[in-house]
């Protein structure tokens, strides 16, 4: 599987992003895909996911304010990020979680940066 990325960018504290991800190959082998983000000096920590029957999960932090959806048809995801804080800094990264009979594989996209300033 691979996941392309895109969105992102420079934003004032406040305003809104739209980022995208959009995987490709084993697609039929993805159960769920989500967002992870890093800050400078931490954790790589999950986001928001989405299963492949549509169940969403979020991180406490973005609850009410980000959104995760899914389009099966085009196998992207898409997470909108309203009302945006400094502290939603950080490079985001696509993930999939797949299921083979081989094994479970988790595979990244390239982060995307998202900076906003207050």
């Known amino acids: 599987v691979q996941l392309q990325a895109s969105g992102g960018g420079l934003v004032q504290a406040g305003g809104s992003l739209r980022l995208s991800c959009a995987a490709s190959?084993?697609?039929?082998?993805?159960?769920?895909m989500g967002w992870y983000r890093q800050a400078p000096g931490k954790q790589r920590e999950l986001v928001a996911r989405i299963s492949s029957s549509g169940s969403t999960n979020y991180a406490d932090s973005v609850k009410g304010r980000f959104s995760i959806s899914a389009d099966n048809a085009k196998n992207t995801v898409s997470l909108q990020m309203n009302s945006l804080k400094p502290e939603d800094t950080a490079v985001y990264y696509c993930n999939a979680y797949c299921v083979t009979p081989h094994g479970l594989n988790d595979y990244w996209g390239q982060g995307t940066q998202v900076t906003v300033s207050s």
């Open positions: 190959g084993s697609t039929f082998s993805i159960k769920l």
